[in-house]
């Protein structure tokens, strides 16, 4: 027996050991969630179809955009001062963060929301690029910015027809109720959104909100309206403020 096995082994000989798969470097830990991001999971989700793509970001770099946007009046119309602790809403690559960070200064702070994150990483390498330290950004939800209090002002600006979506209607309400919790009694509410109608800047004319619709959803959300202004050909402007706020003496 033992020469039939002999035999056999040098028959077929044993094949050699393959070599052992090259050990490949450990990929880095990812870095655990933000505490709320499990909270932002639970909200009602967007349409992406609706949202403004990091890659789209470049059309509202527009060398002219200060000219027809005109960034100094719509501050001025809803109180941005020097010292003020503003927010923006929908800020998107931070465009109009920048000239809120400029207006209030060193001594304001400006907290840009949006619900990419994407476009808060991109604000801050922004913010970082231009040297400004004013500037907190926030991740919110479609239903809540989550602001902090005490705000002199907030702004969305060219992002409305983005947050109010056919499927879930009272997000936008839900969203400027939390909004008008965060201002001051007598603090200001801008929305900016395009001029109904064709041509120019800005979303096709199917997707422009008409400033009536914002009206509404905005008194169903405690805020009344304070002042209109139209900016042609593009873009209109309305204010508003706390319904229950006392006047200012």
């Known amino acids: 027996?033992?020469?039939?096995?002999?035999?056999?082994?040098?028959?077929?000989?044993?094949?050699?050991?393959?070599?052992?798969?090259?050990?490949?470097?450990?990929?880095?830990?990812?870095p655990a969630p933000p505490a709320h991001a499990a909270h932002a999971a639970q909200q009602p989700a967007k349409p992406q179809g609706k949202l403004f793509g990091t890659q789209d970001?470049?059309?509202?770099?527009?060398?002219?955009r200060?000219?027809?946007?005109?960034?100094?009046?719509?501050?001025?119309?809803?109180?941005?001062?020097?010292?003020s602790k503003v927010a923006e809403l929908g800020a998107a690559g931070g465009w109009f963060t920048l000239q809120l960070a400029e207006r209030v200064g060193p001594n304001g702070r400006v907290f840009a929301e949006?619900?990419?994150?994407?476009?808060?990483?991109?604000?801050?390498?922004?913010?970082?690029?231009?040297?400004?330290?004013?500037?907190?950004?926030?991740?919110?939800?479609t239903s809540d910015p989550r602001l902090p209090p005490g705000l002199d002002a907030a702004l969305i600006s060219d992002a409305f027809h983005e947050m109010d979506v056919d499927e879930d209607p009272q997000a936008v309400v839900k969203?400027?109720?939390n909004v008008a919790l965060s201002l001051k009694p007598q603090g200001r509410l801008g929305?900016?959104?395009?001029?109904?109608?064709?041509?120019?800047?800005g979303p096709e004319a199917k997707n422009r909100v008409d400033p009536n619709r914002i009206i509404k959803a905005a008194s169903a959300a405690g805020l009344?309206?304070?002042?209109?202004?139209?900016?042609?050909?593009?873009?209109?402007?309305?204010?508003?403020?706390?319904a229950n706020a006392k006047p200012t003496p």
């Open 1 to 30: 027996m033992k020469t039939l096995i002999a035999l056999a082994m040098l028959l077929y000989p044993a094949h050699p050991a393959y070599p052992a798969p090259p050990a490949y470097p450990a990929l880095p830990a990812l």
């Open 57 to 64: 970001l470049g059309l509202l770099e527009a060398p002219d």
């Open 224 to 242: 009344q309206l304070i002042a209109r202004e139209d900016f042609p050909p593009f873009i209109y402007l309305l204010v508003f403020g706390r």
């Open 114 to 141: 949006d619900i990419q994150r994407a476009m808060l990483d991109g604000i801050r390498r922004r913010m970082l690029a231009e040297n400004l330290t004013n500037v907190t950004t926030v991740l919110g939800t």
């Open 66 to 83: 200060e000219q027809w946007q005109k960034p100094d009046q719509i501050m001025d119309a809803i109180g941005v001062a020097e010292g």
């Open 191 to 201: 929305i900016v959104d395009w001029t109904p109608g064709k041509g120019g800047p």
């Open 175 to 177: 969203l400027l109720r």
